[in-house]
């Protein structure tokens, strides 16, 4: 079983940056293939940004393209979300998930494997 757990959530002001975290254990970190989704209220969780398990290749949801950047630290069994220039529409609870198998990216739900409980990210205007 792998134990997946984000921090880094927080309020912050429109215009403003936040880094998430992900943590996941396990000895094969460098094997999984990890994610970033988001859920708003009321409406169904989205994709956000996903790395393949080297960090060579990364993908994002056209929202956030050019404004969030995912990247990854083997080292550390971390995955990262940086944000910048937020804004009020990026306020959701924020997804990390993991996948064991597979070299690229992934960017359906349905190809996860693990989830952890999620991060609260409100951005005010």
């Known amino acids: 079983q792998v134990q997946v757990v984000e921090s880094g959530g927080g309020l912050v002001q429109a215009g403003d940056s936040l880094r998430l975290s992900c943590v996941a254990s396990g000895r094969t970190f460098r094997s999984y293939a990890m994610g970033w989704f988001r859920q708003a209220p009321g409406k169904e969780r989205e994709f956000v940004g996903a790395i393949s398990r080297s960090g060579d290749n990364t993908a994002y949801a056209d929202s956030v393209k050019e404004r969030f950047t995912i990247s990854r630290d083997n080292a550390k069994n971390t995955v990262y979300l940086q944000m910048d220039s937020l804004e009020p529409g990026d306020t959701a609870v924020y997804y990390c998930?993991?996948?064991?198998?597979?070299?690229?990216?992934?960017?359906?739900?349905?190809?996860?494997?693990?989830w952890g409980p999620g991060t609260q990210v409100t951005v005010s205007s």
């Open positions: 998930a993991a996948r064991q198998v597979g070299s690229y990216y992934y960017t359906s739900r349905s190809e996860y494997d693990y």
